[in-house]
């Protein structure tokens, strides 16, 4: 049986939502291996001078504990 571990991360982009997922989900493959899903459980921007500086995503991401595959 397989152990799944959910860690949260949060990404960010000038450029909107997709972007800032996309960027949440590629920093944390760079350290987690055997990423299986990623789900948004949060969406929020920082904002400056009456405009969207940056877009947030705040996601959980899910991914097999090593040594413990099926």
Do not use: H
Not at 19 to 35: G, H, K, Y
Not at 39 to 54: F, H, L, M, P, R
Request: hydrophobic share 40%.
């Amino acid at each position: 049986m397989s152990v799944v571990k959910v860690i949260e991360v949060v990404g960010s982009s000038p450029n909107g939502f997709k972007e800032a997922v996309d960027s949440a989900l590629q920093e944390c493959c760079r350290s987690v291996r055997q990423v299986k899903a990623i789900e948004v459980v949060n969406w929020t921007c920082s904002v400056e001078d009456g405009k969207i500086k940056a877009y947030k995503a705040d996601c959980k991401v899910a991914f097999i504990v090593e040594g413990t595959e099926s």
